[in-house]
């Protein structure tokens, strides 16, 4: 069993910065991916980041070249640092964990933090 409670949220002007934090506790496996994804209003679900135990990391296109995701291994936490904000994107921002050994997968969502952006 895995927790994640994500920090960070809040409001920020358009071009500000933000630093989301998610620290996990439990069962967390030795390979494993954690990410960011972020839900607007009336929107589906989508990635914002990933980041592999191993270090691999990819964006959306969306995110690239503003968005920065890291992890601390002795922390258990995963960090997403957004520069250069914009309105769009506004969202609540959700922790994901993916625990992996051999074919199982276990994924495992935080409550959410929320930023606004404005204009």
């Known amino acids: 069993q895995v927790q994640l409670v994500e920090s960070g949220g809040g409001l920020v002007q358009a071009g500000g910065s933000l630093r989301l934090s998610c620290a996990a506790s439990?069962?967390?496996?030795?390979?494993?991916?954690m990410g960011w994804y972020r839900q607007a209003p009336r929107k589906q679900r989508e990635l914002v980041a990933r980041?592999?135990?191993?270090?691999?990391?990819n964006y959306a296109d969306s995110v690239k070249g503003r968005f920065t995701i890291s992890r601390d291994n002795a922390k258990n936490t995963v960090y997403l640092q957004m520069n250069s904000l914009k309105p769009e994107d506004t969202a609540v921002y959700y922790c994901?964990?993916?625990?992996?050994?051999?074919?199982?997968?276990?994924?495992?969502w935080g409550q959410g933090t929320r930023v606004t952006v404005s204009s």
């Open positions: 994901n964990l993916e625990n992996v050994r051999g074919n199982a997968r276990n994924t495992y």
């Open positions: 980041i592999t135990s191993g270090g691999s990391t």
């Open positions: 439990g069962s967390i496996f030795t390979i494993n991916t």
